[in-house]
């Protein structure tokens, strides 16, 4: 039972009242939603809002309203615990209403941003979820104190329950409900919130609340969408990027079965409009379809590693990075150099669910259905190609079947839908890529390359690390402006000098890390972990060798270069510890060790592997460590820490995609392979909250468990591993 | 046209008989739990039950099926989620994503019927569907469960 003494300070408030009256006339409510929140919204409607991130319902049952987008993470799970703590509802009686992007729009974002990526669902939410469901408990129990005519003070509440002591009275949510909608709000900021300490709800390994429908059948994903009349739509993209639709002859799919039309997509696509979907495709196959397939015939695999080999040594250009010492001079007249240069390539994210987008245009209204990270860029993208206002244009967002970043700003899926809809005018049009497309047209994580050196004085102590990175940037293809001077401090992600977000931490007294941009025409975008996938391998196989050579333990020589970053030193001991570092291991089983840090979390990771005689790897156990200040569901975090194993595991062993003719050269799951069942590890999840800050869960471990098997590679073999992915190595 | 059994009602579908089952599953039919992945047998979102064998459908045209092939969805795995694999995905909250779960649920129930106490090693050789989320130490741990025994 916990006791709330909080008034009510005034603070003028939009009354429900009116906003769904504005909202009736202008967006959310009085058209179709053939999906899910259909039901929901009677219910909803049958409740209360308290506030906008809570509706009672006459049950005591709560609707809690959610903006992130979730893709399997959790994030709605988290997201809901943080809510319901400071509620004080029943966890057993609550559901997700998850709110749309026109509706945020019509309410002037009351629910903030809707982005969810760079694991920023839950850290950049929790402070104002929080007080949304604060407030809206202070509200409830501020009716009840009226209704008894009762200090407040005198309250208590629990799972929904409100008592008051003293005179043996009790209510429910359910009842004040009304009263508490019609009170005015109470300043959030002015509410103080749970110390996580006395948190009950969250904080807690409960079960996730979207798990029932994953089980049977029923969920329905955007791909699943079923509209009265809706036809559906095949793609195929110039195979070149960057090349247009010259022509294609319609004439000869005429009379196919199903078979609507054949439409140019903007510049370079071409769709076939069907009755099902196979229908729709086998006729796009069928197409004759000549591309104008442009400049980037040229480019190849190898016109692009030249490129980067160049930004490896070039001289006389700006370069994102920053330094400490005089790091050339001290590895120059250093007693033990090491060099080495490393290489990473292009990887496609492969949502298990391809990607699709339904679309209905008509002159008044366009709407949206589709599986989205970012939920108002898609409303932004629907109003640009629609060339409808922001107003007009609505996007309901259904759970993805995988997101990992390729699904947020980069709306190319939601833009080719509407551009067919707008071709059939009020007809709800669904497009689904094939798999081949998807794998040939994603925003890939960008090709770099690493040269690194260091010096070592006579003691074995690291005296100067030159870290040289050389690579396409995401930023020169998605977001140019904020590019300054040619300098992309983003592609150094994890190494930067600030603290708080990626922070490199080791001290070295003379320290130079540079990034040279050097791009191509193979679109890029973030990837589950970003750069931090790529740069932790540098820095962290780099280390290995540099401790190696210095004849130092891996573990002891990263400790004695973390002294001035104690929470990048609490992880590597976290993980080394639960692997039980230096004792024995079964023989021909080795460990590697990396730490990295990313998305505002520190990480670390052991791996335990054995080659054989053979070249074969297995990856016997891997022990993660991570500090993400806040846990606020640790199996969550668990799962999540798991999947980032598998995912980096699937790039670390066979992630490649490869260029000629200026097209990808893999286009399925035969040449793009992914990790199975049998090759997991057994992997086992520290988690070590310090409750200082708030950090992402996401991605931030994805970054450590490359090094670490490599680094166990090393050990197990005496080479190190400079190129990905081990498919491509002889490890014997 | 074709004349198929799913989930023990015959339907009658208006198709080509060159279309993969999977499409006709999720077009014709209308259920959509059995999930587009890859198209060419190697993720096994589309797995499917058929005489009791797992199968992946979107290899198999509709043509090759009789209307005595009995096919079973997930949507007719159980009435009430209360297959034992169901059962243990939800107690050790397998999915995340949930894409690929169909798929993963059937092969495994495929795998208990015909071996109800697997070992690590068969639950290697049989669970082979792609889970890009990567729910894969959960599926094992869930596989073992239905089998009504602890993690070997
Ligand atoms: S969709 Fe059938 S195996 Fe991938
Ligand atoms: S749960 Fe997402 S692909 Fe398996």
């Known amino acids: ?237 110039c195979p070149v990027f960057g090349g247009k639709l010259s022509s294609f002859d319609e004439a000869k799919i005429a009379g196919m079965p199903g078979v609507k039309r054949a439409v140019k997509v903007n510049d370079s696509a071409v769709a076939v409009v069907a009755d099902t979907w196979w229908r729709a495709k086998k006729a796009l196959d069928a197409l004759p379809i000549v591309w104008d397939e442009g400049a980037g015939t040229a480019e190849s695999s190898a016109t692009i590693a030249e490129r980067l080999k160049g930004g490896l040594t070039a001289s006389d250009e700006p370069f994102a990075g920053w330094q400490v010492g005089d790091a050339l001079k001290a590895i120059g007249g250093a007693a033990k150099k090491i060099d080495a240069v490393y290489s990473t390539p292009f990887l496609a994210h492969a949502t298990m669910e391809p990607m699709n987008c339904t679309a209905r245009v008509s002159a008044e209204r366009v709407e949206v259905w589709g599986p989205t990270q970012n939920a108002e860029a898609s409303l932004a993208a629907a109003s640009e190609e629609s060339g409808l206002p922001l107003g007009k244009a609505e996007v309901y967002k259904l759970d993805l079947g995988g997101g990992f970043g390729r699904r947020g700003g980069t709306q190319d899926y939601t833009r080719q839908a509407v551009a067919i809809a707008k071709q059939f005018p009020g007809v709800p049009i669904k497009l689904v890529w094939s798999r081949e497309e998807d794998m040939q047209h994603d925003f890939y994580r960008p090709i770099s390359m690493c040269k690194l050196s260091a010096g070592l004085d006579e003691t074995g102590k690291l005296q100067g690390l030159h870290i040289r990175i050389s690579g ?59 750069n931090t996938n790529q740069n932790g391998v540098y820095l962290e196989c780099f280390i290995e060798e540099v401790a190696r050579a210095a004849g ?64 074969e790897l297995k990856v016997h156990r891997m022990v993660l460590a991570l500090n993400c200040g806040h846990a606020v569901n640790p199996q969550q975090i668990a799962m999540q820490v798991e999947g980032s194993v598998a995912f980096g595991l699937t790039a670390t062993l066979y ?37 200082d800050f708030w950090g992402g869960v996401g991605e931030p471990t994805i970054c450590v468990v490359a090094p670490a098997v490599l680094n166990a590679i090393f050990a197990a073999t005496g080479k190190p591993v400079r190129s990905l992915p081990l498919k491509n190595v002889k490890l014997v | 046209m074709a004349r198929l059994n799913i989930n023990g009602k015959l339907r009658d579908v208006q198709v080509e008989p ?77 999915p995340q994503c949930g894409y690929c779960q169909s798929g993963q649920i059937m092969a495994a129930a495929a795998l208990l019927k015909k071996n109800p106490k697997p070992t690590d090693k068969d639950i290697d050789e049989a669970m082979t569907n792609i889970c890009r989320c990567g729910t894969y130490q959960r599926i094992r741990a869930a596989v073992h469960t239905a089998a009504g025994r602890k993690e070997a």
Not at chain 1, 478 to 483: D, E, R, S, Y
Not at chain 1, 491 to 503: E, L, N, S
Not at chain 1, 581 to 586: Q, R
Not at chain 2, 41 to 50: K, P, R, T, Y
Request: hydrophobic residues 40%; glycine residues 10%; aromatic residues 6%.
């Open chain 1, 552 to 615: 130092t333990d891996s573990l002891e020589f990263r400790r004695a270069l973390l002294h001035d970053h104690p929470k990048h030193l609490g992880v590597l001991n976290a993980a080394a510890e639960k692997a039980d570092w230096g004792k024995p291991l079964p023989p021909g089983v080795h460990r590697g060790i990396a730490q990295f840090m990313g998305y505002g979390s520190y990480s670390a990771a052991v791996a335990e592997v054995s080659v054989s005689a053979k070249g």
């Open chain 1, 655 to 691: 992630g490649e995609l490869t260029v000629g003719n200026g097209r990808i050269q893999q286009s399925n799951f035969h040449d793009y392979a992914i990790m199975r069942l049998a090759e997991m590890p057994k992997v086992e999840t520290v988690i070590v909250p310090t409750y």
């Open chain 1, 472 to 530: 396409q940037s995401i930023n020169a293809f998605l977001n140019p402006a904020v590019i300054k001077e040619g300098r992309d401090m983003r592609q150094v992600q994890g190494m930067y000098k600030d603290p708080g977000d990626a922070q490199f931490a080791y001290t070295v007294p003379n320290l130079l890390i540079e990034y040279a941009m050097r791009n191509s025409h193979v679109p890029v975008g973030p990837w589950r972990g970003v």
């Open chain 2, 18 to 94: 060159d279309t993969p089952l999977l499409w006709v599953i999720r077009e014709q039919v209308g259920l959509t739990g059995t999930k587009y992945g890859c198209g060419v047998a190697q993720c096994g979102a589309c797995s499917v039950h058929i005489n009791g064998e797992v199968m992946r459908s979107c290899a198999i045209p509709v043509g090759n099926v009789k209307a005595t092939d009995r096919i079973v969805t997930i949507e007719g795995l159980s009435a009430t989620s209360s297959h034992p694999v169901q059962k243990a995905w939800a107690a050790l909250d397998v």
């Open chain 1, 1 to 237: 039972m916990n006791k709330f003494s909080s008034k009510i300070p005034s603070l003028s408030r939009r009354k429900f009242i009116i906003d769904s009256a504005a909202v009736g006339g202008g967006l959310a409510v009085g058209f179709n939603l053939p999906i899910g929140r259909a039901a929901d919204a009677k219910n909803t409607l049958r409740g209360n809002e308290v506030n906008a991130w809570v509706v009672v319902k006459p049950d005591s049952s709560c609707v809690i309203r959610v903006a992130r987008s979730e893709m399997g993470q959790g994030t709605h799970t988290g997201l809901v615990q943080l809510v319901a703590e400071e509620l004080e509802c029943d966890w057993k009686k609550l559901s997700i209403d998850q709110v749309t992007a026109g509706e945020n729009l019509a309410r002037k974002r009351v629910w903030g941003e809707m982005g969810t990526g760079g694991s920023r669902g839950i850290r950049i939410s929790q402070d104002y979820v929080r007080r949304g469901g604060a407030v809206a408990r202070v509200m409830l129990l501020q009716a009840a104190a009226e209704q008894w005519k009762v200090p407040v003070e005198e309250l208590s509440v629990a799972k929904g329950v409100i008592t008051h002591a003293t005179s043996k009275r009790s209510t429910t949510y359910g009842k004040v409900a009304a009263a508490a909608a019609k009170l005015t709000p109470p300043d959030p900021k002015s509410i103080k919130l749970k110390d996580p300490k006395d948190w009950k709800i969250a904080g807690k390994p409960v079960l996730r609340l979207d798990t029932a429908d994953k089980l049977n059948g029923s969920k329905l994903y955007s791909i699943d969408l079923k509209l009265p009349g809706m036809l559906h739509a095949a793609i195929r993209q």
